[in-house]
T-cell receptor, first 114, second 114 residues
Framework: GAVVSQHPSWVICKSGTSVKIECRSL??????MFWYRQFPKQSLMLMAT?????????EQGVEKDKFLINHASLTLSTLTVTSAHPEDSSFYIC??????????FGPGTRLLVL | GESVGLHLPTLSVQEGDNSIINCAYS??????FIWYKQESGKGPQFIID?????DKRQGQRVTVLLNKTVKHLSLQIAATQPGDSAVYFC?????????????FGAGTTVTVRA
């Protein structure tokens, strides 16, 4: 149980384009999904917290207009990187949880912006 | 906010020996603690968790110890195997006081020697 998927697993795009990453909880209903970013050999950095049916809460320093998050259902959240630039290249990981319970992580999406 | 630190960034262990990874946290109100394992290129994988009303919890080959007096958390891996080579993160939650967000430590890279 507690399986979280992400799609795509990796993506290469040109600078200026937008990229959408999907996060799905496959075997449970997630009241909350979290989006993280991870640079090589570093820890996870929380970008935003997303509750189903409401607007995402962004961490300080994360541009909400650049990283659009939608949590339309209890099993799906999406992160859209708008007008991507090379500095947005990173490993993006989502997690899903029922409120107050363990966060289970997806396999991550590696984004490379050329 | 919560500050989470690890005592050692790397740990080299002989196959078959026991491993101990340590973690310190700063907020005495923290009430939920999780250990994750992250293999290269993958998302973090849940290993074991413990709540603040316990001081020890055992899983398969793993034990988590919590010392709330000194705000210290440890993960013990028995009979370490090559498949245990990975980066291990401790994560701490302040529960509903911080929207169930997790604060991650920097990670300890465990290398198992054959």
């Amino acid at each position: 149980g507690a399986v979280v998927s992400q799609h795509p697993s990796w993506v290469i795009c040109k600078s200026g384009t937008s990229v959408k990453i999907e996060c799905r909880s496959l075997d449970f209903q997630a009241t909350t999904m979290f989006w993280y970013r991870q640079f090589p050999k570093q820890s996870l950095m929380l970008m935003a917290t997303s509750n189903e049916g409401s607007k995402a809460t962004y961490e300080q320093g994360v541009e909400k207009d650049k990283f659009l998050i939608n949590h339309a259902s209890l099993t799906l959240s999406t992160l859209t990187v708008t007008s991507a630039h090379p500095e947005d290249s990173s490993f993006y990981i989502c997690s899903a949880s029922r409120l107050g319970e363990t966060q289970y992580f997806g396999p991550g999406t590696r984004l490379l912006v050329l | 906010g919560e500050s989470v630190g690890l005592h050692l960034p790397t740990l080299s262990v002989q196959e078959g020996d026991n491993s101990i990874i340590n973690c310190a946290y700063s907020n005495s109100a923290s009430d939920y603690f999780i250990w994750y394992k992250q293999e290269s290129g993958k998302g973090p994988q849940f290993i074991i968790d413990i709540r603040s009303n316990m001081d020890k919890r055992q899983g398969q080959r793993v034990t988590v110890l919590l010392n709330k007096t000194v705000k210290h958390l440890s993960l013990q891996i028995a009979a370490t195997q090559p498949g245990d080579s990975a980066v291990y993160f401790c994560a701490v939650s302040d529960g509903r006081f911080n929207d169930y967000k997790l604060s991650f430590g920097a990670g300890t890279t465990v290398t198992v020697r054959a």
